[in-house]
């Protein structure tokens, strides 16, 4: 184990896939000479070379659409959009081209590209750059999707992104960048897609959740212990594939439920979680699963606004008691 | 023996014949397309590219076999040019399990991506400028000497992916040539009225790219344009446009009556059939219309089977529904 920032599992992770195989190769804004805004890549260029490490110009649906192609032509390319804001003017490639090729051509070609999108609130960025955007890419058939919230998931799930054969759609949080975690140093170490982490276990609720509001929800589960309540965290992970039977699992234990995310809350993942345990799971609920999210708005600037734009620990205890009746 | 001589090379009469039978074939397949398109047989739509069969005949002669391309919703043409099975390609615009995409992708979508070096047939105009640019990247980062041609219509060259792409394609050298057919129309409107330069290849000239633009009709022209953009792409010297001005005789669809095109846009058409000036060609160079007719009735004959093998393959089975979504966990994936 050793001890590195969100930020740096990242790098650890894609730097060891590069090192292992060498048709990995990064490509989007600043991630060359600069190493990535979030400084996930310093130092790469000069070790691996400018062809290995692309900077990019802003040209999001040119570079997103190549890295579908070269990843049909056998390369595994790692591509980054700075915010995940940033995918509508580069719908297209991720939606049409990367997501659907496959089916298309009758399973003739796959398309094992890494797109890596910062999300989240909570860095005063206003309404462009601060969304999470989760469902959207949920909702189209053919990419995966994964929302790591430590740095050992962080470094685990890339890696697996990486290795995997379709595009899969890393969501890292921008306020986690920079949070510590122990991560484990063995280079075949991996988080295999679609393996939940229930990282408090409890019997009176399960909070379902991923990315940072999966360290919220433990927050609140700490607290809420010394209050009698026995909360479960289960931090998915990943959101495509669902591990389901994680979520089975723990409901049936439990038969009380809270869906927790960044999201805005028409449309989110957290409700297509909601009806799903609905549709499935009726039986097994003492009370109806509530999804406590961001409200309907756009992600607003002053810090008294944008903190009220996504779920905090107390948000969380609070929505726990109000499902108990405590 | 007689030689047909241009500044660029000499072509012989087999040569020659080998355009003309790429062309019938292309004339021939489109119009048993649109045959069982109106008698019903074909589900949706289809786009024909009936009059531009120099056009894709002169451009894949020039592309070599290591290399590769992709299209766009018009793409029987480019399909068969490239050497696709005419039966495979027919059984997947009725929708057939035998079909290319094993009936999954239609019309719009026949490829091959493993036997033609095929990157798709795409639904979205201009998506294909992207692909091209991103396998020509592949190219160069492994190192393989290969070339791709992006195969695409007039009208995609104002997206902005068209801009996003060549502009990075010229700052990298990417070996990439595109190849854009035409003909004066995206759908209903034409070129000159959304576009502010009479030919689109000029554009290369702000990436400080190659553009070139010739007479689309005549098979030669094409090709030499074309074989010479993929040299110049593969001596890494970066992207090549190649604009082949083009008549398309159907409209944007099979069954589009094309009203919003003038009369007069026919009967310059016909004046200039790519097949007739080919077959001038051929004769010139002596061969005999006996022998130029019976390449067509073979063609003819080659289509007719390709029908009815599509028409009697059976259709996909529904168990393949929810298969090929994804490459690995597909069936957990796709449950929920």
Sequence with gaps: ?326 | MKELATKKGKYTKEQIIGFYTTMVRIRSFENHAADCFTKGMLAGNIHLSIGQEAAEAGAFAALEKRDYFCTTHRGHGHAIARGADPKKAMAELFGKATGYCKGKGGSMHITDIEGLGALGANGIVGAGQGISAGSALASKLMGDDSVTMGCFGDSSTNQGIFHECLNMAATWKLPLVWFIENNGYGVSTAIERVTNTPNLSCRAAAYDAQGVTVDGTDVIEVYEAVKKAIDWARSGKGPYVVEAKVYRYQGHYCGDPANYRPKEYMEEALKKDPIDKVSKLAIELGATQEELDAIQAAADKEMDEAVEYADKSPYPSTDTLLTDVYASDNERCVAR
């Design chain 1, 1 to 326: 184990m050793k001890r590195m920032t969100y930020s740096k599992a990242i790098g650890a992770g894609v730097h060891e896939e590069m090192v292992r195989n060498d048709k990995v190769f990064l490509i989007g804004e600043d991630v060359g000479v600069m190493g990535n805004v979030f400084g996930c890549f310093i130092g790469f260029r000069d070790e691996f070379g400018p062809q290995r490490v692309i900077d990019s110009p802003i040209s999001e649906e040119g570079f997103t659409s190549m890295c579908v192609a070269a990843a049909m032509r056998g390369m595994r390319p790692v591509a980054e959009l700075m915010y995940n804001d940033f995918i509508t003017v580069c719908g297209d490639p991720i939606f049409n081209q990367a997501a659907k090729t496959r089916y298309m051509t009758g399973g003739q070609v796959k398309v094992p590209m890494v797109l890596r999108l910062p999300m989240g609130s909570g860095r005063r960025n206003a309404g462009h750059h601060s969304q999470s955007l989760e469902a959207l890419f949920c909702h189209f058939p053919g990419l995966k999707v994964v929302a790591p919230g430590t740095p050992a998931d962080a470094k685990g799930l890339i890696k697996a992104a990486i290795e995997d054969d379709d595009p899969v759609m890393v969501m890292e949080h921008k306020l986690l960048y920079a949070k510590k975690g122990d991560v484990p140093e063995d280079e075949d170490f991996i988080v295999p897609l679609g393996k939940a982490n229930v990282t408090r276990e409890g019997t009176d609720i399960s909070i379902i959740t991923w990315s940072r509001e999966a360290r919220f929800a433990e927050e609140a589960a700490d607290k809420l212990k010394a209050e009698g309540i026995s909360v479960e965290v289960v931090d998915l992970r990943s959101l495509v594939p669902l591990d389901w039977d994680a979520i089975v699992k723990s409901v049936s234990k439990t038969h009380n439920v809270l869906i927790v995310s960044e999201e805005t809350k028409r449309g989110s993942y957290a409700g297509e979680i909601s009806a799903q345990i609905n549709e499935d799971l009726y039986d097994e609920l003492d009370s109806p699963v509530l999804r406590l999210t961001g409200p309907n708005i756009i992600s607003p600037f002053s810090p008294v606004l944008e903190d009220l734009n996504f779920p905090h620990p107390d948000d969380i205890a609070k929505a726990v008691k109000q499902i108990l009746n405590k």
